[in-house]
């Protein structure tokens, strides 16, 4: 099984044609064995299903931290009316105060 990377990526793209897209992604990761300095016979016996590449976006710091999942079932709070702000008095103001009485002595 000497199998050159030219007689490969060949038969990949005669795969590729033919629809038969399994063949064509078992010699192209023949073809990325090789490259990366594995012989002709390591990588015919390499077992390559578990490889897959890595997806953009998910690479760097923060990417493994999960994300909070809310229970089954919740509902987010409704959202408060509109028409109900602004009711609070201007910042700034002083509070109402009712008038002292009057008392002469006690």
């Given amino acids: 099984m000497t199998d050159t990377i030219e007689d490969l990526h060949r038969r990949m793209e005669e795969a590729a ?3 038969d897209f399994e063949e064509a992604r078992r010699l192209r990761d023949r073809i990325n ?4 300095g594995a012989s002709g016979d390591e990588a ?3 077992d390559t299903s578990g490889l897959a590449r890595q997806q953009p976006g998910a690479m760097g710091l923060g990417t493994s931290r999960q994300r909070p999942v809310p229970p089954p079932g919740w509902k987010p709070p409704p959202k408060p009316d509109l028409m109900t702000s602004g009711s609070k008095a201007p910042r700034g103001s002083a509070p109402k105060i009712p008038p002292l009485r009057n008392d002469k002595k006690r």
Avoid: W
């Fill in 33 to 36: 064995l090789i490259r990366g």
């Fill in 44 to 46: 015919a016996r390499a």
């Fill in 17 to 19: 044609h033919a629809l």
